[in-house]
Nanobody, 125 residues
Framework: QVQLVESGGGSVQAGGSLRLSCAVSGATASIRRLSWFRQAPGKEREGVASIHRISGVTVYADSVKGRFTISQDNARNTLYLQMNNLKPEDTAMYYC??????????????????WGQGTQVTVSS
């Protein structure tokens, strides 16, 4: 079992920044990939950014490239998402998720075993 707890969401104006955190606990040695997803009302959950826990290789959705940065602190078992130059279309509930095996497409939500409860990000224009 893996437990994931997000924090750091809030309300900001367009152009602002937020840093999300995800505390990871439980069977952390089994995790191979950690990712951030988001879901806006009436929309499907979409992958935002992903990081391979061992190699550190990252993957980003085109919509956030150059604005968001995913990182991890393995010593503290924490995943981060630094979000800069936020736009109103970034408004959503943000979730962290973990997976144990190889993922052909790390930004597809169906591949993930464990999910956090989410943290809300609201960007006003």
């Amino acid at each position: 079992q893996v437990q994931l707890v997000e924090s750091g969401g809030g309300s900001v104006q367009a152009g602002g920044s937020l840093r999300l955190s995800c505390a990871v606990s439980g069977a952390t040695a089994s995790i191979r990939r950690l990712s951030w997803f988001r879901q806006a009302p009436g929309k499907e959950r979409e992958g935002v950014a992903s990081i391979h826990r061992i190699s550190g290789v990252t993957v980003y959705a085109d919509s956030v490239k150059g604005r968001f940065t995913i990182s991890q602190d393995n010593a503290r078992n924490t995943l981060y998402l630094q979000m800069n130059n936020l736009k109103p279309e970034d408004t959503a509930m943000y979730y962290c998720a973990s997976a144990q095996g190889y993922l052909a497409n790390p930004l597809l939500p169906g591949e993930y075993n464990y999910w956090g409860q989410g943290t809300q990000v609201t960007v006003s224009s």
